[in-house]
């Protein structure tokens, strides 16, 4: 959930929380005072009654008389009187079996009655009767609606509100999300928004990619730097591997071991070229300006083959022009051709262009791979588990080379499903533009 959802639901909470306990507490305050109001107006008519009868001593026809006439008055407001003497004992109106209080009001549980007393200075108890309407679920329909209200209210009023508030760092993120650490790690992050968390945080992360630099770049200096003096006496071993061979007076039984040697040595001084041009920034090639034909490369690659390599690759039809380096764009399409063949019996090289972009695609029948391990074989030095089993050959920076120097060059590298057994490796550069 985005941070501007969650403050937008506890906002919802708070707002609608309060405005429960506000309602419910304006539901018992206004109900009591309700009731106070009921229970004013029955004293005040009971008063009145009791007014007119303390007039002068009256006979119990003279009271119900009176009694019945404020019945008539009375009736639109919906009153009721029973009048009693002291000790409780009826006289005249409607009889009620509760017992009397005089100067208190009570509810009557059974009919839901109220009823108030006043108390004449002759002692009679006058007592005002009127219907009791419980107020608590209007009450409490109100606290529910004023619940709902509130929540979906300050629900999509957060919204645009939060969201404006986060707009700086909406922006940040943006531009930290633009960030490519092979290309620019010291990326402008903007001008300072003005905002204290924000440029708090923009400093932060200022500072965190300055150590990422650092780092990166040490960690590329080493790798070159370790790649670049392996290379050399690697060089040299292999010369004088070279020479060695060729002496008449070499052994018979000396020149297999040699032979093995030689081959050794040559796949470490692959495996130092591979690891010379992963070293590499992705950066170092951001503009090149040579311009090269795919087609070229490509049979250049497939030339350099051994000829039993070379009957296994068939290249179609097609061209294009792309900027870049040559010499790493052939040891990306060799990467590809060879690693189709270590695998499959035959490779299938197609190029094709659509909308600015050459597309290289490297097809081979062998045992495929799992779609789990699409992106993991770019990895350097990842081996398929299949390929560990069959003993097959490699080091595991093939792929992870042929992807690096794709994306050098702006383009990318990835495996696609195939129909039929196999694997097919595609390959996207951008087309140069005329």
């Known amino acids: 959930m985005s941070l501007v959802a969650r403050v937008a639901r506890t906002a919802a909470v708070a707002a609608s929380t309060s405005a429960f306990v506000a309602a419910v507490a304006t539901s018992a305050v206004g109900?009591?005072?309700?009731?106070?109001?009921?229970?004013?107006?029955?004293?005040?008519?009971?008063?009145?009654?009791?007014?007119?009868?303390?007039?002068?001593?009256?006979?119990?026809?003279?009271?119900?008389a009176i009694v019945l006439h404020e019945h008539a008055e009375t009736q639109h407001a919906g009153i009721r009187f029973s009048v009693s003497d002291a000790d409780g004992t009826f006289i005249a109106g409607e009889r009620h079996?509760?017992?009397v209080v005089p100067n208190e009001c009570t509810t009557r549980?059974?009919?839901?009655?109220?009823?108030?007393?006043?108390?004449?200075?002759?002692?009679?108890?006058?007592t005002a009767v009127s219907s009791h309407t419980p107020h608590s679920l209007p009450f409490v329909i109100a606290a529910l609606v004023a619940l709902a209200v509130c929540g979906l209210m300050t629900w999509f009023l957060t919204r645009?509100?939060?969201?404006?508030?986060?707009?700086?760092?909406?922006?940040?993120?943006?531009?930290?999300?633009?960030?490519?650490?092979?290309v620019d790690v010291k990326a402008d992050l903007g001008v300072p928004e003005h905002v204290i968390e924000v440029d708090e945080l923009r400093g932060t992360i200022c500072h965190l990619l300055e150590r990422v630099r650092t780092a990166l770049d040490q960690a590329q200096r080493f790798a070159a730097n370790a790649a670049h003096e392996l290379r050399t006496p690697l060089t040299a071993v292999r010369a004088e591997l070279e020479l060695l061979a060729e002496h008449p007076s070499l052994a018979n039984d000396v020149a297999g071991d040699l032979a093995t040697a030689q081959s050794k040595v040559g796949d470490l001084v692959v495996l130092v070229e591979r690891l010379l041009v992963l070293a590499t920034p992705k950066r170092a090639n951001d503009d090149p300006n040579e311009i090269v034909a795919l087609r070229d490369v490509m049979e250049d690659v497939v030339r350099d083959l051994s000829p039993e390599q070379i009957g296994r690759v068939r290249l179609?039809?097609?061209?294009?022009?792309?900027?870049?380096?040559?010499?790493?764009?052939?040891?990306?399409f060799a990467n590809a051709v060879t690693n189709g063949l270590k695998f499959g019996n035959e490779v299938v090289v197609t190029l094709t262009v659509a909308d600015d972009v050459a597309t290289i695609r490297v097809d081979d029948d062998g045992p495929g791979l799992d779609a789990a391990d699409w992106e993991r074989v770019f990895e350097p030095f990842y081996r398929d588990?299949?390929?560990?089993?069959?003993?097959?050959?490699?080091?595991?920076?093939?792929?992870?080379?042929?992807?690096?120097?794709?994306?050098?060059?702006?383009?990318?590298?990835?495996?696609?499903?195939?129909?039929?057994?196999?694997?097919?490796?595609q390959i996207q550069l951008p087309e140069m533009k005329s």
């Open 31 to 64: 109900g009591f005072l309700l009731q106070q109001a009921e229970d004013r107006r029955l004293f005040e008519a009971g008063g009145d009654l009791v007014f007119l009868l303390g007039q002068e001593d009256l006979t119990r026809d003279r009271i119900e």
């Open 97 to 99: 079996s509760d017992r």
């Open 109 to 126: 549980a059974e009919d839901r009655l109220r009823n108030c007393s006043v108390a004449a200075g002759s002692g009679v108890i006058v």
């Open 160 to 182: 645009p509100i939060m969201s404006s508030a986060m707009a700086p760092f909406s922006r940040l993120r943006a531009r930290v999300a633009d960030i490519d650490v092979d």
């Open 316 to 332: 179609s039809d097609g061209d294009a022009l792309v900027r870049g380096d040559r010499t790493l764009l052939e040891s990306m």
């Open 385 to 425: 588990p299949a390929a560990l089993r069959r003993r097959q050959p490699g080091h595991g920076l093939g792929l992870a080379l042929v992807r690096h120097i794709a994306e050098s060059h702006g383009g990318r590298a990835f495996f696609l499903r195939r129909e039929g057994p196999g694997a097919r490796l």
